[in-house]
């Protein structure tokens, strides 16, 4: 499938939240939210060999309190603040705004790696109330370790939203750490999150993260 074109932040974002709060069917209520408090078990997909690029740090696209490494096929960009109060709800997603974009421009598929920012507190919390916010259903959070050398604490959420596009539910996948700003999320989405080389791009900036 070819990639998309490049659409205004605005748009894209608009697009995203229509996707999940138009006239989405309402949840499946016999699907409960499963919690978990042990380390993931299931097996990463494994990282492209592709070459890769910094984002997070001094003189990257996106000025981050993380770093991690994206393939080179995938085009990051700074989502900066709206203005106008009146739109400046389409960066929000419940207690976080998106302040960071990677898409998956030079791969077949339509995809999309998102950072977000939220206020201090607790990890399971925000994530959960970030995940709700996209009207998902079959939520499930995991604690565990991200990152190198031992890693930091973070949380993952695995859950389903609706496509208004394709008209069915596709899975989709975040996780949150604490920095000294804030809770921080990493989001996989896109009508392909799912393809493995979609996958392999959010495990990679999984394993790889560093809290600055």
């Known amino acids: 499938m070819p990639a998309r074109s490049p659409l205004p932040v605005t748009a894209l974002l608009a697009a995203a939240l229509l996707t999940a709060c138009g006239t989405a069917p309402e949840p499946d209520t016999t699907a409960s939210s499963a919690t978990a408090t042990t380390p993931a078990t299931e097996s990463a997909a494994a990282p492209s060999p592709s070459a890769t690029r910094a984002l997070g740090g001094a003189g990257t696209a996106c000025d981050l309190p993380v770093s991690f490494s994206l393939t080179e096929d995938w085009e990051p960009k700074r989502i900066e603040p709206l203005a106008d109060p ?71 959420a695995r859950y389903s ?32 999150s799912e393809e493995d080389e979609m996958v392999a791009a959010y495990e990679r900036v999984k394993a790889g993260i560093t809290v600055s």
């Open 161 to 192: 939203v609706y496509s208004e596009l394709t008209e069915e539910w596709r899975k989709q996948r975040a996780f949150a750490v604490t920095t000294a700003k804030g809770v921080l999320v990493v989001e996989l989405g896109g009508l392909d």
């Open 86 to 156: 009146d739109f400046a709800d389409l960066l929000k997603q419940g207690p976080a705004t998106v302040v960071c974009e990677a898409k998956a421009e030079g791969t077949p598929h339509i995809g999309f790696l998102r950072v977000w920012t939220a206020p201090k507190g607790p990890l399971r919390p925000a994530l959960d109330a970030f995940v709700k916010a996209d009207k998902s259903k079959g939520i499930a959070l995991t604690d565990l370790r991200v990152g190198g050398a031992g890693g930091v604490p973070g949380v993952e």
